[in-house]
Structures are given as C-alpha cells and as structure tokens.
C-alpha cells in the first residue's frame, strides 16, 4: 500500500533541513504527488535514480534494481526561504478522509467541510480521483470527488 504520508514528512523534513534535493521512494503515487507539486510551483523538479543520486542516463527499472530505485525532488527556495512552507497528511490509514464534489467546494472556498479546515490563498490540496491524482481546483473542473491526501502551502 503506497504511503503518501511519508512522503508529506520527508519533503517537510527536507525543505526544514535547507536540502537542495531528496530521495523518496519511486512509487506511482509519489510520482503522482511530486508531479502535483512540480506543476503547482512548490518544488524544482522530479526525476527518477537510484538511492545514491538522480540519473544522468536513462535506467529502466527492473526486478534486479527496483528495490534501489528512488525519485529525486529538487527542492525550491526563494531569497534562502523554502516555497513550501508545510505539507502534512490529511487522510492517514486510521482515518481516511473521502468528500463529495459539494464539500471539495467548501474546501476550495475557505469553509469547513466534514472536520477539515478550509483552504487557505496560496495552498493546495491532493487528492486521488477516478481521473488519477489532482490537485483539488483540477479535480473540482472535472466534478470529481475523491480521497483528500495532503495539504501544502
């Protein structure tokens, strides 16, 4: 079961740790995360190397490497500040967090929905949809409901 929030921690302890970049593990989900937050401005760029360092060729991945294989984030920062301020876990294996396209709404506007607090200017939610995993605007234009991972600002 992929575990979304470890990733959450290891890009909050990186950014916290002033790192340029870090190694999560390569999963389809933390793909699909790091991708949100690359296309949402929040980190530099991904890309795919082993537990050492990010590829300077192309390796494919295979049942002999696949245990070594890691994505590399580079991390953002603007004037020595990190771009991402926090990022945690909503929905956690004790308590999975689902919303319906009304509440997602509420969420977007800066209300309240299910225990949730609103979402503040300047920060994202991810969610996983029938459409993949979106960032929470992407999900409501395509009227999908889904499982809320992460929060970031």
Known sequence: MPRHYDLCARVQNGFAARLRRIAVPDT?????????????GFIAGVSRGDHVQPDTDYVSTTPDNIATRRLWLELKYNNDEPVLKKMSAVSKPSKKIVMKVEELQNLAAGNRAQFIKGLQPGEIAILTTNYGVLELRDALEKGAGGEVLCRAI
């Open 28 to 40: 389809k989900l933390n793909l699909a995360i790091s991708n949100v937050l690359y296309k949402e």
